[in-house]
């Protein structure tokens, strides 16, 4: 069918609309004629605005609406179909993600960058670093990693990271070792480490108000948690027991036994050890017990799974195949000292029935949508921001009466409830070979598949097929961002 559409005092005639194809497809064809995302348009229809998934064939479109920011001035360019667009306009037509080119065996680089990405603050802190680079590598290493992220932002087409593939190499030796082959593939766990590391040292945090404040430092508030262990003494319970402060920016999952394990069990398990040490109560060797507890939850909590052991005599790092479940919505209390599982409490119990009030929502809608008296669409935020403000954060943990040093430590997780937000997975036999890949979800919860250059949406039965238990990809590291208030 034939449609009109009207845009900033122009009309649009004639334009071919196919009634059985998604929303999505005919909001690509108004980009190719207005410049005006996909994202950011507004058309109107009979009970709302358009949303990609509508139904074009029981719906009478209207026009078409501005947006807000500034919009391209250019003059309207010949009607251009879908089918006529490139591979880059469709893409950013359609949002999809830019990938990274793999400059030889540079794939646990890729898988990293990519679900490093699934976390904006840290690319606000980065591109907040001073552009001119300097004698110190570290910061040139910052500095283009922002760099990079800003270009994948901005990119339709695969992004080549041949800069700051150089400065990685030039601040870590490791990653730029070579065989008669070319350049040799690397653990991608050590590179997650080493660039957490050098971001630490220069990347700015945030103050209370959501500000870039360069006297504090992101890693620290955003990505490390601390702990607090407690050394008893099983063979002389009289012995003062030994307590130390501890903090980490990562945690590992010894894979227990079975033929599958819970990340969660594991962790736990590994937070209460048995030491054989010297006792100088008893004068001789003694059997202890330390238990260790979370003091402070980051934000972002990052979990390697310990999938490789060393094998002295093959002189090869041996992989672990077995299945790990690792949970889409994680609640860490079991994991935490008790003074702060009181502290946690509040905004835990806030989260708990704001989910139940919004099942209870989308149950009585379909309930509504079953006997018919739902309506049709509903009306769609076309330029909401993604995250809440960090005063508007503020003001919901004043209202709930999170404890005061909760809501003085930015950075940190002040419910203990998590959700899953990136996946760096592994598929061969060992750390130094195979293929690396990440998984990462975006602000409206669609999962996209980083493979290299090349990158597709997936459900979530994909993510849950990377548990293990097989040859295909095997989960090494998984990401977990604190959930919204």
Request: aromatic content about 8%; proline content about 4%.
């Amino acid at each position: 069918m034939k449609v009109s559409v009207k845009w900033a005092g122009k009309k649009f005639d004639q334009i071919e609309l196919d009634v059985t194809q998604p929303a999505v497809l005919f909001k690509a064809q108004l980009f190719a004629l207005t410049g005006v995302d996909p994202e950011r348009q507004k058309i109107l229809i009979k009970g709302g605005t358009m949303k990609d998934d509508t139904d074009l064939s029981q719906l009478g479109l209207k026009e078409m609406m501005g947006t807000a920011g500034e919009l391209p001035k250019a003059p309207p360019a010949p009607i251009q179909f879908v089918e006529d667009l490139t591979d880059t306009q469709l893409a950013k037509a359609l949002k999809v993600p830019a990938g990274l080119t793999n400059l030889g065996n540079t794939c646990y680089m890729n898988a990293t960058l990519q679900c490093l990405r699934a976390v904006p603050e840290l690319q606000t802190a980065l591109r907040s670093i001073p552009a001119a680079y300097t004698q110190d590598a570290r910061l040139n290493l910052s500095k283009s990693l922002g760099g990079l992220y800003s270009q994948l932002e901005d990119s339709g087409d695969a992004v080549t990271p041949l800069l700051f593939l150089q400065v990685l190499r030039s601040c870590f030796s490791q990653f730029a070792e070579q065989n008669n082959q070319g350049f040799m593939q690397q653990d991608a766990e050590e590179c997650w480490g080493e660039l957490i590391s050098a971001i630490s040292e220069k990347a700015p945090g945030f103050d209370g108000a959501g500000e870039v404040d360069a006297s504090k430092k992101f890693i620290e508030q955003y990505f490390t948690g601390e702990t607090i262990s407690t050394m008893t003494c099983v063979d002389a319970p009289s012995e003062a027991a030994k307590v130390e402060i501890g903090t980490f920016r990562q945690l590992k999952a010894n894979i227990g036994s079975g033929v599958s394990t819970y990340m969660l069990s594991d962790l736990e398990n590994n937070f209460v050890e048995t030491i054989e040490k010297n006792s100088e109560t008893l004068g001789r060797t003694a059997t202890y017990k330390k238990v260790t507890k979370i003091t402070r939850l980051p934000q972002y909590l990052t979990v390697n799974f310990v999938r490789f052991q060393w094998k002295p005599s093959e002189r090869v790092k041996a992989k672990i195949l077995k299945r790990v479940k690792f949970p889409f919505e994680l609640d860490a209390s079991p994991l935490c000292e008790l003074r702060l599982l009181e502290k946690l409490s509040p905004a835990k119990l806030h989260l708990k029935k704001k989910e139940e009030e919004a099942a209870a929502a989308k149950k009585a809608q379909k309930a509504a949508a079953a006997s018919g008296s739902g309506q049709s669409s509903t009306p769609m935020d076309v330029d909401a921001p993604v995250q809440s403000n960090a005063l508007t954060n503020q003001a919901i943990m004043a209202s709930l009466n999170v404890d005061p040093s909760l809501m003085a430590d930015v950075g940190c997780n002040v419910s203990g409830q998590y959700e899953l937000v990136a996946v760096l997975t592994h598929v061969g036999r060992g750390a130094n070979s195979g293929h690396y890949i990440g998984w990462a979800k975006n602000a409206k919860g669609e999962w996209w598949k980083f493979d290299d250059d090349t990158v597709s949406m997936v459900n979530e039965e994909e993510i849950t097929k990377l548990e293990g238990g097989g040859d295909w990809h095997t989960a090494y590291i998984v990401l977990y961002r604190a959930k919204a208030l």
